[in-house]
């Protein structure tokens, strides 16, 4: 295997950056700058595979012959796009309304060869089902996880796995927001098997 990593991963999420060490594969990462404002009646599908796709090619330029991943990832609650909360008042009014009810996450994911230009792109869904929630507890996870910048105001990886009844979906990674499951595929169709040759 070269010893430059041909692999790049457009994010500054420490939590994408654990899941994508799990491959073993050598890469490197830079957090794109984009605008994740959703355009006027988007659809969830279309927003995350817009977004991921964009954090990829925002980071083209610098990474020529390179396979680059990006990823982005809503919950969506009533039919209504929910992002990052930014503050504690926004992440204990989601909370709320979760309480007892199902959330729905829609995880995008593409990968860019900007050797050649072309992608692929998915995305994946993942249910869960909050347990009824407590006003202190609520509040208590707030202050303890701080999850101001994910998406559900949540870290399913961490404290938040404390706030559920049950998770339903195909990959469990999707919701930490890096479908490792159809990574996996992608690189393998780009000739970058994590238990084979790499070329």
């Known amino acids: 295997m070269s010893e430059s990593p041909r692999l790049v991963l457009a994010s500054g999420s420490r939590w994408r950056r654990q899941l994508l060490d799990r491959l073993q594969i050598p890469y490197l990462w830079a957090s794109p700058d ?7 009646a988007e659809t969830p599908e279309a927003l995350v595979h817009r977004l991921s796709l964009a954090k990829a090619q925002r980071l083209a330029e610098d990474f020529p012959r390179h396979l680059i991943i990006g990823s982005d990832q809503v919950a969506i609650f009533n039919e209504n796009i929910l992002g990052k909360p930014g ?44 347990r009824s929630l407590s006003t202190w507890e609520i509040d208590n996870y707030i202050a303890r996880e701080r999850p101001l910048d994910s998406a559900g105001s949540f870290r399913m990886e961490g404290l938040g796995i404390t706030l559920f009844e049950r998770l339903e979906g195909e990959d469990p990674n999707a919701l930490i927001g890096l479908p490792l499951i159809r990574l996996c595929s992608m690189l393998r169709d780009a000739g970058l098997d994590p238990l084979g040759s790499q070329t």
């Open 34 to 40: 984009i605008d994740e404002t959703p355009l006027p």
């Open 87 to 130: 503050n504690v008042q926004t992440a204990r009014e989601q909370l709320t309304r979760f309480s007892g009810q199902r959330v729905h996450f829609l995880t995008g994911l593409a990968l860019l060869n900007t050797t050649d230009g072309c992608h692929r792109s998915c995305h994946e869904r993942y249910d869960v089902v909050f």
